[in-house]
Each structure stands twice: as structure tokens, then as C-alpha cells.
């Protein structure tokens, strides 16, 4: 049986990188505001990149914090029980990350990782800003 809570248990089923969550949505309209075109989920990439900037040569994981072990991030903090079914489970997770990633950087690709909590409003136009100085950068 397990005991993570109602809450918690919503917000972790919330991260699961879906098709289209509420803060890839955020990014695609900020880009797009910007005049950025892109296309979505290319599976022929690895890791199916969630945005990708053809033009640029740049691809964008908008990822969730808990299920990306996004470090030192209170978002990522894991359920008091079952510590190491989550544990093995988050290092994969990141394991596999990691791997795409370099798979990716390799292909020429540059590779643009957005968590969950940099989506906040009040860091948005931060955290959007440099997004797109990486997408334009050379
Ligand atoms: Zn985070």
C-alpha cells in the first residue's frame, strides 16, 4: 500500500511529463509571442524533445521537477515513503535524461532544459530570457 499523500500524491501524478502540460503551453506561447516557430514532440529525436527550433538548431525539454530530480529544488523533494522506490525511480528518470541529452548535443543540437519552477510568473520573463538568448546564441 502506498502512503503518499492525497496532495502529494496529485502533484506527482500532475509532473508526469504528459503531451502538452500547462507549463510547456506557458513556453510555447511566451516563443511564440516572441516570433519563434517551432514544432513539437519530434519522436525521431531522442527523448522526444517537447519544443524544437528547427531553424535554430536548438531543442527545449520543459520538464517537471519531481520526476526530473531537478536539484536542490523543493519541487523534487520525494515522498517520505518508498524513498527508494522513488530514488531508483528519479535516477533513472535522470539517467535517461542525461543520455538523450548527450545523444542529442552530438546530433548538433543544443539542448535547453526549462524546470517546472522557472515557469513562476514572477521569474517568466527571466527565465524566458535566457531561453532565448541560448536559442539564438551561436
Ligand atoms: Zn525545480
Known amino acids: 500500500m502506498d502512503t503518499v499523500s492525497k496532495e502529494r500524491r496529485s502533484e506527482i501524478m500532475g509532473n508526469i511529463k504528459g503531451v502538452h502540460t500547462?507549463?510547456?503551453l506557458l513556453?510555447?506561447?511566451?516563443l511564440?509571442?516572441?516570433g519563434?516557430?517551432?514544432s513539437l514532440h519530434?519522436?525521431?529525436l531522442p527523448g522526444t524533445p517537447d519544443i524544437v527550433l528547427s531553424k535554430y538548431k536548438a531543442v527545449i525539454f520543459v520538464s517537471g521537477c519531481f520526476w526530473h530530480g531537478h536539484i536542490g529544488c523543493i519541487k523534487s523533494a520525494l515522498p517520505k515513503t518508498r524513498v527508494?522506490?522513488?530514488e531508483t525511480k528519479i535516477?533513472?528518470?535522470k539517467e535517461r535524461d542525461n543520455l538523450n541529452m548527450r545523444k542529442?548535443?552530438?546530433?548538433g543540437w543544443k539542448v535547453i532544459v526549462i524546470f517546472q519552477c522557472e515557469l513562476k510568473k514572477k521569474d517568466l520573463d527571466q527565465t524566458m530570457g535566457s531561453v532565448i538568448e541560448r536559442i539564438v546564441s551561436k
Do not use: G, S, T
Not at 104 to 107: A, D, I, T, V
Open 36 to 38: 519563434f516557430r517551432f
Open 22 to 24: 500547462a507549463p510547456e
Open 84 to 86: 527508494e522506490f522513488w
Open 27 to 30: 513556453v510555447r506561447k511566451y
Open 104 to 107: 542529442l548535443e552530438k546530433l
Open 42 to 44: 519530434r519522436k525521431n
Open 91 to 93: 535516477f533513472r528518470n
Open 32 to 34: 511564440f509571442k516572441y
